[in-house]
């Protein structure tokens, strides 16, 4: 099985996964586009896991917006700050149709969400609503969750969440715009819901922003019996300073 392996990437050689450069691993960045990305390590944000100033064995921290946004679930992690690479994978994601990337940032969600992952968790993404979903084909948030899954060998309920309303962008929208845009927008699924009872949910998201469409999917787990919540997404957002 080796010697085919060999070959065969003799004869299909990997590439990274943002570039043409060819790499030694299958769904890999280069070394380039790996410093180019900002993978999220150190001292972050218990509730939302964006990085801070301080020591890494330093016990709970919040930022500054946890601290004066009240958060619905209990713990958060990202993988990576939106820019550079790490928002060309999203993107890429997201609307170029590169399923291919679920694979590795799904390891990378993993890494970051191990030390927050409670006993047998359930893994359930953010939905979008059909019509959405009818346009773009598929739901990243939903790749990413299945990814993680079977990156960690956990139950996933992909369809425990509707979006019941579709909501505009929130691209552009104030903090308080935002959390008015997707209010009651994200229900229990009046069948798959019954999965979320008693479990202790990852929600999963490719962004987190404000924090305003995890809120109101926590709060549809919280609605449907989960015992509690924690949320994971590829990328967050960080202020311009």
Not at 29 to 46: E, H, M, Q
Not at 157 to 184: C, E, M
Not at 195 to 209: I, K, N, P, Q, Y
Request: hydrophobic share 45%.
């Amino acid at each position: 099985m080796g010697g085919m392996q060999s070959a065969l990437n003799m004869i299909y050689p990997h590439q990274c996964v943002l570039c043409d450069t060819l790499v030694e691993q299958r769904n890999a960045l280069c070394g380039a586009c790996w410093r180019d990305t900002p993978f999220i390590t150190g001292l972050t944000c218990d509730l939302c896991g964006i990085p801070l100033m301080g020591d890494a064995d330093s016990w709970s921290a919040h930022c500054d917006d946890c601290l004066t946004t009240p958060r619905r679930w209990q713990q958060g992690r990202a993988a990576l700050v939106y820019r550079d690479g790490g928002r060309k994978l999203v993107l890429a994601l997201k609307h170029g149709d590169r399923l291919d990337i679920a694979a590795p940032a799904a390891r990378w969600m993993l890494g970051v969400a191990t030390p927050m992952l409670p006993a047998a968790p359930l893994i359930v993404p953010v939905p979008v609503h059909w019509l959405r979903l009818l346009k773009r084909r598929y739901n990243q948030a939903a790749v990413l969750a299945l990814g993680l899954a079977k990156a960690g060998g956990m139950q996933v309920a992909p369809r425990a969440l509707t979006r019941i309303r579709r909501t505009p962008v929130q691209d552009g929208k104030s903090i308080d715009a935002r959390y008015a845009n997707v209010a009651g927008a994200i229900r229990p699924h009046p069948v798959y819901g019954a999965l979320l009872r008693r479990r202790s949910v990852v929600l999963v998201d490719d962004v987190m922003t404000t924090g305003a469409t995890l809120a109101a999917a926590t709060d549809a787990c919280l609605a449907a019996g989960a015992q509690d919540v924690r949320v994971l997404a590829l990328a967050r957002v960080m202020k311009e300073t």
